[in-house]
């Protein structure tokens, strides 16, 4: 359910970009390069960037696309908080030991440190490997059963 909520939400943020990006950009072009290029070499500088870096005026081309893309981190930052707020109010976010929600069987447990030393997952590892020797013999020489 989260995964579709958050494909909606990309959906729908991309298409708002999009609408704003292509109306404001060209019209903050007009508005700092309308006195010095024609609207086809203004198009050619929204359309491509190789023409954008190559006008003598960047300073003016970076100052327009700055202020067509402040609407649109402004809207991603309040969105992003308006999460953030519904976070806070949830009633138990502690979550339980449980490894989720479909498999409760499993149970999450920390480690202590007599367990991770190096000596502790060198005698598992070396009990593993006899356990997988024991099962390859077992099947060598019973024709493939295995008793685990």
Not at 7 to 28: D, E, F, L, M, N
Not at 55 to 78: G, T, V
Request: aromatic letters at 8%.
């Amino acid at each position: 359910m989260l995964a579709l909520w958050t494909q909606i939400g990309g959906a729908i943020s991309s298409a708002i970009s999009a609408s704003v990006w292509t109306h404001r950009v060209p019209a903050k072009l007009e508005e700092y390069l309308g006195d010095i290029y024609n609207e086809t070499m203004r198009a050619e500088i929204f359309g491509s960037i190789t023409v954008a870096r190559n006008i003598p005026e960047k300073e003016l081309i970076r100052q327009a696309y700055s202020e067509a893309f402040q609407p649109l981190l402004l809207a991603a930052l309040i969105t992003s908080f308006v999460g953030l707020a519904f976070g806070f109010t949830v009633k138990n976010y502690r979550l339980g030991d449980n490894h989720n929600d479909v498999e409760t069987h499993k149970i999450m447990t920390l480690r202590n440190k007599e367990e991770v030393n190096e000596e502790a997952i060198a005698a598992r590892v070396k009990l593993v490997e006899e356990k997988i020797a024991r099962e390859a013999m077992a099947e060598k020489q019973g024709g493939g059963a295995v008793a685990h």
